[in-house]
């Protein structure tokens, strides 16, 4: 790896004042104790004591001695001065370079600071720092970050920066050698072979064999899901497997994976042999778990397009028969008021009945309502129906392909998908399928009037509960990123033993669970204790019973809190200061201050330029930003702003490396103004998501016209 790896504000902030301490920080570190003051009292001179002062404060705050202790901070030398009763602080100028010397002496032994280079210090260090590049995957600035803090806890005087930073790239190296060697000796010769083989590109194909098995689903669909099922085969075809020996961290593996994932394959083929392999190998071992993830999110997205497509059918159905509803709901009311009519005798209610509305009539509009009305909890199976031929063309590969596990909660899903495994390709299924599953709503549909099963009823009751249980994960997958067993990040046996107290400890929990039992079971009395009593004179909630015979909490809505005059005061001064201005103006003056149009170059003619280009790139960013494409924009009045030019603009200056150029413009462009600067450095935000296009095909865009236009995009939280 390069040695050259840190930053330039890491390098000037190394061992030295950046800039003056902070509050906080005066108080920490440049605080004198009493054993401090003994050490200083006994010097002779202001000079002396000052000098020494800034020694031992400033070896806390940046882990060196000064060369020049005269060139610490206004504010440390105050803050030294008043605690010392030292008047002037310019005395420090008398402060030599021999008493300098033995200060510093005297300051390493006194309270305990040892070199880098004293036996035993490098490698302590080295352990430590082995021990984190093998187990992690820290970038080599955040390893600089860390040994630099070690080396402050343990009181080591800092090296220099350039000795640090080749440290701990050689140590990265030694750890990177090791993994690539380790994952190499995992694998016989002829997977060496296979694996080598990914990287060629057969006769009469495009693309390698690694390209074709890295390329996951990009569309939702039916034939889509048996692809990414087929993909899942192949992979597990390739049959890599590491040896429980080898102790080599998921992290690190994952993080080659990650690589073999996105590189090109000419890449790949340019790394040294024991790297390639070792990336390889990674890529192998982790690719079963992302087929896993792609078959799933299409699954997922499938089952999710299928049960809202069918009950936006069923409401559109339910819509065209509404005037039907309505007519047979009148006949049947005009029955209900006959009947209800006190004036007419139960002796000749229904003669009366039968004068007013034929009996052929009657029946005619009782059976249109019985076929019209929907239960509060309907499953839409009528529109469901309809897709059973297309479910059934994936079904028994997904069956065949996915091995589910289960947690106690999904031991029903798991037993119908089963069930469903060895009946479905039967011509007469068996009558004992699983009904743990079956709720009430879908009971009917299950259950023909004979007795006998509905095989289609029962597929789609099945996937409507394997959707929620792979949401709750509580069917699962193994190996899987996202759909894996969540109880496999438990601590269990010996493990959890070694490590209950530290965990308890750091929760400020006692180890006897007992006791933490007891205490939070009375809490919670209480507590149900207090909300019961406080239930029947609280108008804002009610307890209803719905149609499954469950108690449902409803609570009322919050009352309106009335803005107070002076926000309605400062909304209003707010609002007179901002400019009256459209957004296109806003654009071109913020692309006049900045100059972010420069960014945008012509694709092949790097100097290409046309009249008033920017006006014509704000109208196509626009377009792109505010997804109203270009059609708003078009003006024929205006050379810059016609068809013609807006869709050349278009195709020739905005691309990935132009977009990225003018975005870092205008980030150096707003990190230099003065409330910005306020504000911090930009490491927090808050944000609550975005939306934006996506130009490519992929299984996690969807569209919306309000958003997206006529194309795809993502929701990003």
């Not at 000749?348 to 009657?362: E, G, I, K, Y």
């Not at 499953?379 to 031929?389: M, T």
């Not at 030019?645 to 413009?665: C, G, P």
């Not at 103004?673 to 130009?695: H, K, T």
Request: aromatic content about 8%; some cysteine.
């Amino acid at each position: 790896m390069p040695v050259g790896f840190l930053t330039q504000e890491q390098r000037d902030g190394f061992g030295r004042y950046v800039d003056s301490p902070s509050r906080e920080e005066l108080e920490r570190y440049f605080h004198l104790s009493d054993e401090d003051r003994e050490a200083i009292q006994v010097l002779r001179g202001n000079h002396n004591r000052l000098g020494y002062a800034v020694l031992l404060t400033t070896v806390r705050f940046v882990g060196v001695l000064p060369d020049k202790p005269a060139a610490v901070p206004v504010e440390v030398l105050q803050v030294l001065c008043r605690q010392l009763a030292i008047p002037d602080p310019d005395c420090l100028q008398r402060y030599s370079d021999h008493r300098r010397w033995i200060h510093a002496t005297d300051i390493q032994n006194r309270f305990g600071y040892r070199h880098f280079t004293d036996p035993g210090i490098g490698f302590r260090l080295s352990r430590w720092l082995y021990a984190l590049c093998w187990t992690g995957t820290d970038r080599p600035g955040v390893l600089f970050e860390r040994a630099t803090s070690w080396l402050f806890t343990q009181k080591v005087l800092l090296p220099g920066v350039s000795q640090l930073e080749r440290f701990i790239a050689q140590l990265r190296s030694r750890v990177e050698e090791r993994l690539w060697f380790t994952l190499g000796r995992s694998v016989t010769e002829e997977q060496r072979l296979q694996l080598q083989d990914l990287l060629t590109v057969a006769e009469g194909n495009r693309s390698s064999r690694l390209d074709q098995l890295r390329s996951g689903p990009v569309m939702v669909s039916g034939p889509a899901l048996i692809r990414a099922l087929r993909r899942l085969d192949d992979v597990r075809g390739i049959g890599i497997t590491l040896p429980a020996a080898a102790h080599i961290p998921p992290s690190r593996i994952a993080a080659l994976a990650r690589f073999a994932n996105t590189a090109k394959v000419t890449a790949i083929n340019r790394l040294p042999a024991s790297r390639r392999m070792a990336t390889l190998v990674a890529f192998a071992l982790c690719l079963e778990a992302t087929a896993h993830d792609d078959a799933l999110e299409v699954l997922e997205a499938l089952l999710r397009d299928l049960f809202s497509n069918a009950e936006k059918a069923d409401k559109k159905a339910r819509m065209r028969s509404l005037k039907d509803l309505d007519r047979s709901a009148a006949t049947l009311a005009a029955a209900c008021k006959v009947v209800l009519d006190s004036s007419i005798s139960d002796d000749n209610v229904r003669a009366r009945l039968f004068n007013d509305l034929p009996r052929t009539t009657l029946e005619k509009a009782l059976e249109e309502v019985n076929a019209l009305i929907r239960p509060v909890d309907d499953v839409y199976f009528l529109a469901l129906e309809a897709r059973y031929r297309s479910v059934r063309r994936f079904l028994p590969d997904l069956l065949k392909h996915i091995r589910f596990g289960f947690s106690p909660a999904g031991k029903g899903v798991a037993a119908s998908l089963e069930w469903l495994q060895l009946n479905l390709p039967r011509r007469k299924p068996e009558d004992d399928a699983p009904q743990e599953i079956v709720a009430k709503a879908w009971q009917k549909h299950i259950t023909r009037e004979d007795g006998s099963l509905d095989m289609g009823a029962y597929v789609f009751c099945t996937l409507d509960a394997l959707r929620t249980a792979l949401r709750r994960r509580d069917v699962f997958v193994s190996p899987s990123w996202r759909y894996a067993d969540p109880r496999l990040g438990l601590l269990d046996g010996a493990e959890w033993l070694a490590a209950r107290p530290i965990i308890c400890r750091s929760l400020g929990l006692t180890i006897d669970a007992k006791t933490t039992l007891d205490a939070l079971s009375v809490e919670l009395d209480a507590t149900w204790l207090a909300v019961a009593a406080r239930l029947p004179d609280n108008p804002a909630i009610q307890l209803s019973e719905n149609t499954e015979g469950k108690t449902e909490l409803s609570l009322g809505a919050l009352d309106k809190l009335d803005e107070p005059c002076s926000l309605l005061q400062l909304r209003a001064a707010v609002s007179d200061l901002m400019p009256r201005v459209d957004l296109p103006e806003i654009l071109l003056e913020i692309a006049a201050r900045t100059g972010f149009s420069e960014a945008f170059t012509h694709v092949s003619e790097r100097n290409a330029r046309a009249d008033n280009l920017v006006t014509s790139l704000c109208a196509v960013l626009l377009g792109g930003a505010c997804n109203t494409g270009l059609e708003p924009l078009i003006r024929t009045d205006n050379p810059a702003l016609r068809r013609d030019r807006l869709s050349w603009v278009s195709q020739n200056y905005i691309r990935d490396d132009t977009l990225s150029a003018a975005n870092a413009i205008l980030v150096g462009a707003q990190s230099q103004l003065e409330l910005a600067q306020v504000w911090g450095g930009g490491e927090v935000a808050s944000a609550d998501g975005m939306r934006f296009v996506v130009p490519v095909r992929t299984v996690h865009a969807g569209p919306n016209p309000k958003y997206f236009g006529t194309g795809r995009g993502v929701t990003w939280y």
